[in-house]
Structure formats: C-alpha cells, structure tokens
C-alpha cells in the first residue's frame, strides 16, 4: 500500500474523514453576472495569511521597546537578508488586505449578502474588519517613527473624548497619562497576541458559517447555475490570489516602506500628521465639525456619529426589513450609496485637499 | 547762537524756574534732569539718551559723575563748585574720570564682582593710551567707543561695543582718512574684515563666536600684535594647526628670517578662505613663493597637493555613487556615515598641511581614502541591490504569470467536465 493511501487508512480510522472529503466534493458555488465579487474574501483572507507569515518574519529581528524598536526595524531593513521585502510586504499586504476586506463587506452590503439565515456571518465579518482596523492602528505604532508617534498621540486622544469610558480606555491603551514605551509595549501585545487570537476565532466562525450555509446568492439572480468548489471555484480563487501577490510584490518593490526618522516623545509634533488612510475619512471628519455644536462638543458629536455608523452597520441585517422578506429596496441602496460616497469622498478630499496625504 | 534762540533760552530757563519752584519736594531730586530736559540746546542732549544708560539703570546719578546737588532747586545752588561740581570733563579728563570708579575694585564690587577693573591700566598700555600719554588728540579714550550718557551693557546688542558692532565701532576712526593720515595709517582695514572669512562669519551670518578686531588686537590694551605675537592670535582659536606649525621645519626658518607665523600665508585682515590651490606648485599656490623647483620644500607641496587631490577624487566619486543611491530610493545611511568620516579626514588632512611634512599627513589621506572606498563600495553594493530587486521583481512575475496560465488551463480543463454524479443540487440558492 503507498504511503499516501496508508495515511488516508491511519486518519480514516480515526476521524470521520469521508464526511469532509464528501462534503467538499459536493460543494458548489454560484455563478451569476456579480460572481466576481466572491473572490474578495478569499483575497483578504490570502492577504491575511501573508500578514501572519511576514509578521512572524519580522518577529525574529523586531524588538518591542522605545529604545529598540527603531534600530530594529532599521536593522531589518537595511541588514537582513531580504528584511526590507518582508516589512514593505507587511506594510503593503495590510494596507491591501482592509482594501479588500472594505470592497468584500461593500459587495455583501450591495448584494444582500447579509439576508437571513446569514446574519451572523455578516456580524463576523464586520466585526473581522474592525479588528483589521485595529491591527491597522497597533502596527502603525511599532517602528516607533515620528510620524507613526504622533498619529498615534492624537488617535488616542480622539478615544479619550469618549464621555464616561473614553479617559479610561484612553489611558489603558497608552498604559500611562501620554503615549510612551508601555504604550509600545501594549500596541505590540495587541497586534501580535489580542488581535490575532480575537481574528482567527471571528474568521472560523465566519468560514465555518460559509461552509455550512453556502454562499449567498443576490436578489436578482433567479438562474440555478453553479460550479464545484473543488477545483473548480477554488482554482478560480487561487489565480485571484497571484494577482494579489504580483501586486504586493510590485509595491513592495517600487514603493517600499519607509521609516523616516525617530520618534522624539520631547519634540514637538511635525506638520501633516495624519493617520493612515482607512482612517482619513473618520479624522476628515472629526476636523470638519465645529468646536461646539448646540452646546455639545463637535469632536464628542463625530466620535459619537462615527460609533454610530459602525453599530448601524453591524445591525444591517436587522435593520434592511424588506431584504428580511426577501425584497430589495431602492431606500437601503440609496442610503448605503450615500454612506459610501461619503467615506470616499472624505478620504479623497483629506488625502488630496486638506494635506493629510 | 542767533537772538529769537536767546529768548527763547531765556524763556525756557524762566519757566524751569517755575516748574522747579513748585515742584514737590520728591521731585526735587531729579533737578539735574528735569532743567537740562527742558533746554532745547546740547545741554539736554544726555537726557535724550539717559534712559537706556546703564548706569542710570543702576542707580548711579548725575551727581554721582559729575558732583553739585540734585536736591536744590536754584541752578546755582545745584551746579555749586562748593559742593563738588565738576560740570563737564574735557576730552583729555575722560580716561581718569571713568577710572574714579571703573579702576576701583571696592566700589565696583557693589555692581558687578565679575567686572574687570584693569581696563584703564590696560589703555594706558595700548597704543591709544600711549599716544594719549603723549597729547595726541585724535585717539580714542572711553567714550569713543561707549558713548557717553547712553552707555549700554557690551551684551546689549544695540551698544557698539557688542560683538558684531565692534567693527564698525573700531572703522569709525579707522576709516576716516581725515584722522588716520595724520598717523600714517592706512583706512583699508574694515573694508579688507568685512571681505575675510572672519567678518563674512560674524558680519553676514551673524556668527559671534568669530573673530573681530579686539580678538586679535585686544580692546582696552589695543595694539599691533607683531611678529612674534600673531602665531599666539591665530592660535586662540586655531590650535592643532599652531602646534603643528611650531614643530614643523618652518617653525625655525620664520623665526630666522624674522617673519610673522601664520600671515605670511594667510594675510592679515583679507583672510580669504582657505583653497587646496594654495598648497602644491600651481599658479595660486603659496608654496611656490618661497621654495624653488627641485627643493625639498617644492617636492614636498607637490606630495601634500597630490595628496589632497588625490583623496577629493576619491570623495566625489564617493559622493556621486551615494547620491545617485539615494535617489534610487535606497538606504544609504552607513554611506553617507563613512563619506562624514572620509570628509572629516580630507579636513583633518587639511589642517596637517600644517605640519609641511608629508609623512605626518599621509595617515589622515590614507584613513581618509580607506573611508571613501568604504562609502562607494556601499554605494556600489547599493545601486546592485536596487537593480537585482528589480531583475528579482520581473522574474517573480514571469513566474506567476507562468502560473496563472497553468491555472487557466486546468480551470478550463475542469469546467468541462461534467458535474458531480452524485452531487447535491447548487447549495448556493438559499435562502
């Protein structure tokens, strides 16, 4: 018997193995005119994986402390053999994957992806994009870079005009009254331990739902034609993924991260701070509401519209009533137009217009 | 003085008579000020200026200069020889009069203990208290370069005793022909600073830690350093290079020919920068004044000059391979580290030139080549790096594309297979 067989005999007598080769073999997916838009998943989830294997690169040389991290990060990419790929894919991959994930979420918005019995599936996902926004913010911090210090100080302080529990969270996320070597030290647990722990059990729960409830299918599609998972969808799924992975290397290759220069807790802030671009929209915003608004602070009212997009958009599936009974409306689609528009928009005008590029 | 002047003298005396009389008593005090301010002619002229007087600030009075009583109201009481005035000292009374107090440690002590009080026995030793000691009008004495009643601190940067006033303070008089063909001097001085490398430093960018003409000359004890003296002048601030020129064979040659150290290259007021084509035996070069071809001194000039030559050639070259890393985009901080270090050598070796001897230079061009190397060959590995990640990108992406197209083939083999035999019917439809 050749060894592959035996192994197959070894884990068949022990694991009810047949019901998940069966499962697969008899698993399919739809094909419709908006069928392109299923590989975006898959696309963050390649996305994902690269973060975890050039994150656990980085970890062998990164050294989490305000007096370290810089040298480190300098020392990877300047003397490790290819270091400086591997940061600049870090950089470009995580960029790349919020990207994906935002037009993923966007198309299950549009499609009604989120119509019941899938409800959950869009809450993991929504909530996946968040902690994706949160590796996001964590990561910026750990080059310990001018500019990275900074965005930090002030994004931290947006939390803390939170009333009642923003100065509490504010002050366990910088560990102390101003952001320094505990906050170092915090932002890194949660990027390497917190995060991805909180990550990998959100993505289980959301692939095992897909597994279980099958993709979902949109509204105006009545045909029932569809293709096998294995290989058919999957090989589809694995070319999405070496476009991803050219354009990650492209980027990486001619735009690689940079570093700039060190961060000075005792210097005064630069000019043009400015966070990340998945949070241009939510800072653009925060700078264009006025200081007091019928006697309520501006920044208090934007931090609080802002927590109340995201609670509506982790609600949707509750609140589109009619997709609940199987009609689209013309009202959810407008409105989520609106909202995207708007996030575009605001990103653009502060990236282009308002000096935050 | 014409006679609506003298009336109106007379009249301005007539009312201070008024004002003074009833003045309150508090007020009396300042009777020395409030009757010259009221003067329209030169007598007011120190009040004008009083306020920013130092030694107004300081609380010492006019009374305290000049004597009388500032407490009487009657001009003739106040300004009464009885009762110590003095009224105003000549010109040639100035040097003694401020010394009353500026020579005294004790009084001073009250003010400022930092402040020197050997600046009159130090004027008397320069070559104005000398010429003053001998009638001569026309020198300067105290007030020519402190003013007389609004007199500033020297940290005061509108006195003209601060730094970057001092020379145009000094061309006042050292300018003027008038004063200074009486002394055969010559009026080019000021002009000549303002040109060197010293007074572009201090005059155009403000740069007070450099040179001016108390620096070389002194200032109360101003005077020609000499010969011998001007090595020690230069050597305040450039040390290394006056130790390596009193150990170097020029050393004993300048000494027997009775030439001053450092200006017998470098000039003395228009001390230009100093350029590379001053060493060596090319048309500008120093050297070649005194040694003659086939010399040692000659060989030895054109060693230093190829020297230096030889590691700025290597330096560019360096540069250029960093830079053009740079723009690449690449890392180039440990270049451009070794290129500080190979520019700190090209100047070290610089100031050896000094030493007119070419073993003791040769060490500093070597470490300095050895560092330039360093940086082009980083510089080179740099540019490579930038060149192989990209050849690495485009053979990366062949292969991928290799592999997408393999891909296709297989979706398109599969897609037309038939489905599943067995298989349950398109899961995709639910809800």
Redesign the interface.
């Known amino acids: 018997m050749a060894l592959s067989e035996r192994l197959r005999a070894f884990f068949r007598a022990r694991y009810p193995l047949d019901q998940l080769t069966e499962l697969a073999a008899h698993k399919t997916v739809p094909l419709h005119r908006h069928s392109f838009w299923y590989y975006w998943g898959g696309i963050t989830l390649l996305l994902v994986a690269v973060q975890i294997a050039s994150g656990l690169l980085l970890l062998l040389y990164y050294r989490p402390s305000a007096e370290a991290a810089f040298e480190s990060v300098k020392f990877i990419m300047t003397k490790v053999e290819f270091g400086w790929l591997i940061r600049s894919v870090h950089a470009w991959a995580a960029n790349l994957a919020i990207l994906a994930a935002f037009v993923h979420l966007t198309s299950a918005f549009f499609l009604k992806a989120y119509r019941p019995p899938r409800e959950l599936t869009w809450v993991t996902g929504v909530c996946a994009l968040f902690l994706l926004l949160g590796f996001g913010f964590t990561g910026y911090l750990l080059p310990w870079n001018t500019l990275a210090f900074f965005a930090t100080k002030v994004g931290t302080e947006i939390a803390g005009i939170v009333p009642v529990m923003g100065p509490w969270v504010q002050r366990f996320l910088r560990g102390g009254p101003d952001v320094g070597d505990v906050t170092l030290t915090r932002f890194f647990w949660f990027h390497i331990a917190v995060l991805p722990m909180c990550l990998f059990a959100l993505m289980g729960l959301h692939l095992l739902m897909i597994q279980v409830q099958g993709m979902s299918k949109p509204l105006s599609v009545k045909e029932e034609r569809a293709i096998r998972f294995l290989p058919n969808f999957l090989l589809r799924d694995l070319v999405a993924w070496v476009i991803a992975l050219g354009i990650v290397l492209c980027l990486s290759v001619y735009w690689p991260a940079t570093l700039g220069t060190k961060a000075d807790p005792f210097g005064s802030t630069p000019a043009g701070i400015a966070p990340e671009w998945y949070f241009l929209w939510m800072f653009q915003t925060l700078k264009l509401v006025p200081g007091h608004v019928l006697g309520i602070e501006g920044e208090l009212i934007a931090v609080a519209l802002t927590s109340v997009a995201g609670a509506v958009l982790v609600l949707v599936p509750w609140l589109d009533r009619p997709a609940r009974a199987g009609r689209s409306s013309w009202i959810v689609a407008a409105l989520g137009v609106l909202g995207l528009a708007y996030v575009i928009g605001m990103t653009v005008y502060a990236h282009f217009f308002a000096g935050a590029g | 003085m014409s006679g609506t002047a003298r009336w109106g003298q007379g009249a301005a005396i007539l009312l201070l008579g008024i004002a003074v009389l009833q003045a309150p008593k508090a007020a009396a005090e300042e009777s020395c000020v409030e009757c010259h301010r009221a003067f329209e002619s030169d007598v007011s002229a120190p009040t004008q200026v009083m306020d920013h007087d130092i030694h107004r600030q300081r609380g010492v009075s006019c009374a305290d200069c000049h004597g009388g009583d500032p407490t009487a109201s009657d001009q003739a009481a106040a300004m009464d020889p009885a009762k110590g005035f003095i009224g105003r000292p000549s010109r040639r009374e100035i040097p003694q009069f401020c010394a009353r107090c500026h020579a005294d440690p004790s009084y001073m002590r009250k003010y400022n203990p930092n402040l020197p009080t050997d600046q009159f026995a130090k004027y008397l030793t320069s070559q104005h208290g000398k010429k003053f000691q001998q009638g001569d009008a026309d020198v300067a004495v105290c007030t020519s370069c402190h003013e007389v009643h609004g007199v500033r601190s020297k940290k005061d940067p509108l006195s003209p005793v601060y730094v970057t006033n001092i020379p145009g303070t000094c061309a006042t008089c050292h300018s003027d022909s008038s004063v200074m063909d009486r002394h055969g001097l010559p009026v080019t001085q000021h002009w000549e600073y303002a040109q060197s490398v010293h007074g572009q430093a201090l005059l155009m960018k403000g740069d007070r830690g450099a040179p001016h003409c108390a620096s070389c000359h002194g200032s109360h004890e101003a005077a020609k350093p000499g010969v011998v003296a001007i090595g020690n002048v230069c050597a305040q601030c450039h040390s290394l290079t006056r130790d390596l020129f009193a150990k170097s064979p020029h050393k004993a040659a300048h000494e027997a020919l009775g030439l001053p150290e450092c200006e017998v290259c470098h000039g003395n007021h228009l001390i230009r920068p100093p350029t590379d084509a001053m060493l060596g035996t090319g048309p500008d070069a120093v050297c070649a004044t005194c040694h003659q071809p086939g010399s040692a001194g000659y060989a030895t000039a054109q060693q230093m000059r190829e020297a230096i030559d030889g590691l700025k050639q290597e330096l560019g070259s360096a540069e250029t391979t960093v830079k053009q890393a740079a723009e690449l ?1 690449m ?1 180039t ?2 270049a451009e580290y070794a290129l500080n270090e190979a520019s700190a050598k090209l100047t070290q070796a610089r100031t050896y030139v000094h030493a007119f001897s070419f073993p003791a230079m040769e060490p500093m061009v070597k470490e300095g080549r050895a560092e330039a190397r360093t940086a082009q060959g980083q510089g080179v590995q740099a540019i490579h790096e930038y060149h192989f ?2 050849h ?2 485009w053979i ?2 062949v292969i ?1 594309l290799a ?2 197209g393999g ?2 083939l ?2 398109r083999e ?2 037309q297979q038939p ?2 035999p ?10």
Not at chain 2, 422 to 431: D, F, N, R, T, V
Request: zero cysteines.
């Open positions: 985009g890392e901080g440990e990640r990209r690495g990108l990366t992406l991928l592999l997408i891909l296709l297989l979706i599969h897609d489905p599943h067995s298989g349950p019917p398109p899961s995709g439809g639910a809800p």
